[in-house]
């Protein structure tokens, strides 16, 4: 295996582990209210846990598709490092700020800020590997 396809399955790894605890943290605050039909319940706090579970359900999958065109397009492992890595610690922070019950707050804007420079950044990279790839 490459080393660009193993940070790849480090950040998938990593990523999928902080989906689940994401989750676990809506069911937990769902079944510590009783609350376990689907919607708002008017609880603040459980309505935060859900929306930075979906949130980070929003933006996951593109960009760790965005790490994979990148390693099939043979990049070197370190910008899907430096890729992967800031995006997961994006993602963290951006969780950390939601549960905060203070909006809008550091911790999140500095999430979105890292999320959206790895869409941004990988995005355009992946745009430069499909151009270089069509010059011989």
Do not use: W
């Not at 043979?74 to 994006?90: K, S």
């Not at 969780?95 to 809008?104: F, N, S, V, W």
């Not at 355009?124 to 151009?131: A, E, Q, S």
């Amino acid at each position: 295996m490459s080393d660009g396809y193993a940070a790849v399955a480090l950040y998938v790894g990593l990523n999928a582990l902080l989906l689940l605890a994401l989750a676990y943290n809506v069911g937990a605050r769902r079944g510590a209210q009783k609350a376990l039909e689907p919607g708002a319940t008017g609880d603040a706090a459980l309505m935060r846990a859900i929306r930075a579970h979906g949130n980070f359900a929003e933006y996951a999958p593109v960009a760790l598709l965005i790490l994979a065109a990148l390693a099939l397009n043979n990049t070197a492992a370190l910008p899907v490092h430096i890729l992967g890595a800031a995006f997961t610690i994006g993602r963290v922070l951006h969780a950390i700020g939601m549960m905060r019950e203070t909006h809008p707050n550091a911790v999140r804007f500095f999430g979105n800020l890292l999320t959206g420079l790895v869409l941004l950044l990988g995005g355009g990279l992946c745009v430069l590997r499909f151009y270089e790839a069509l010059t011989p």
